[in-house]
């Protein structure tokens, strides 16, 4: 079997799949992962001895790029989604399942990838509190604050998918008709592009119910980041959680 991690972001986004890829590598998965062509990257990946196939362009170069004003967000998101699908096309050759993470607009390339070329897809995030729940409110993207008086986490996922509509639809449906021949979506799917996406790291498999909303059984593990772009970061922390028996998310 043959597994390809999609990521793009920082060393946050980039340093969890490296750990996701060795062990999948030590059940005998034959494992590919593509992420931006940072220095710092390639070399993490090639300390970890995983396959490397380079993002469509360095994510410092991409912050430096998409940061100039006017920042137009829809614009920048088709850009790094049209981008991103030939990238990851190439890596996916002779893979059977795409693990897809990182920024949206990369996450909506990976699984049109999947479609175009029939293969399984799955989105992985690696925080509970990125998927929809009844327990917790989404974070608000830029220009879609929360509606004022609104409280109700139902509600606010909802505002939530309309956010990620007017954000990156444009985006998504332009790739699917481009390179998939796939229908429009009218509502883009919750937290990442897939049926049943799913929070890594913890000591149990964390998916969202009948009513696509998160609803984890028992108490939600503690949480360590990984970090960003700068070296240093918590891993350790994670570490330390793990050696006094409790459960944890990078």
Known sequence: MRVLLSTYGSR????????????????????????????EFI????????AFVPAFMGVRDWIATAGKPPVDLPRRAAEMARGQFP?????????????????MPSAAAAR???????????????????????????FPYPGHPHPPGVTDPRALWDHNIEAMNALFGAAVNDLRARQCARPRLHRPP???????????????AVRRGADGRLDPAGPSPPVSGTGGLPRGGSAAGLCRLRQHGHGGVA
């Open 112 to 138: 049109a990838v999947a479609e175009r070329r029939g293969v399984a897809y799955a989105h992985a995030t690696f925080c509970p509190l990125f998927l929809p729940s009844e327990h917790h409110a989404p």
């Open 190 to 204: 919750p937290a990442g592009l897939g049926p049943d996406p799913v929070a890594l790291g913890s000591d149990r």
């Open 12 to 39: 946050g986004d980039v340093e969890p799949m490296a750990g996701l890829a060795v062990a999948l590598q030590a059940l005998g998965v034959e494992t590919v992962v593509s992420a931006p062509p940072d220095q």
């Open 87 to 103: 990238a990851i096309d190439a890596a996916a050759e002779g893979c059977d399942l795409i693990v897809a993470t990182g920024l």
């Open 43 to 50: 070399d993490l990946l090639k300390r970890a001895g995983v």
